[in-house]
């Protein structure tokens, strides 16, 4: 079996493969100042929710853009696992060029999702990240990685509001049933969601106007579906995006070095 890990700042995402089905996922928060042991006792615990022995686990691969909690893990793997990690970088064999003005600053996360998009749908992509900043990551059916926007995420937006005003409480990302709200809460949560919308919708158009291009538009993360699904310019809706960019990483890096399991 095959154990992904999505590192990211609010969140550490886990994803298990028996082969090329995703058997088992959770979530986790991301704690700087939690312990490789106090990490590992958590990761196993839902290895035997899963039914799932821990010596059935062969290979490990992390992406992070949180860099103590990817070294904690990695002490974690090789202490109770035996494993040594796959870590996701830029020199990844990834099966896509990537042509940013520096490839170093290009995080792991972004380097998963637009490694799957070109993967699982053949065709550009725009993979759309709805993470603690969404990213909006485009990449060529040749497999060229050039072009990224980046903007505050959804929960972000929604503290910034309460946080930076005397009077507005803190409120849920919920979409209200109209636009036109006539009380405080309903009022935010309209601005929130339907102007992040908005934000989303004329990014992706300025984006294909741009590239002069249509291509295939996936939304992933934790609160993507809220968007994806009250937007036509959306495709799909990928929960397992960062699971399945590792997935290919991994049989990369396996079939060069000629060491992947049958």
Known sequence: M???LDVG??????GIFNGEDLVGDFRMMSRTERTADEMAMT???F???QSIDAKDIQDVVISSVVPPIGEKLGELFQKYFSLEPLYVNYKAKTGIKILA???REVGADRIVNVTAGHALYKKSCIIIDFGT???FDYVTENGEFQYTVIMPGLEISARALSGKTAKLPQVEISKPASILASNTVDGMQAGIVYGYIGAVEYTISQMKKELKDDPYVVATGGLGRVIAEESPLIDLYNPHIAYEGMKVIYKNTKEIKGDLPA
């Open 133 to 135: 900043a969404t990213t």
């Open 9 to 14: 700042n609010t969140n550490i995402a886990i």
């Open 43 to 45: 990761v196993l615990d």
């Open 47 to 49: 290895l035997h929710s």
């Open 2 to 4: 095959l154990l992904t």
């Open 101 to 103: 003005d520096n490839p």
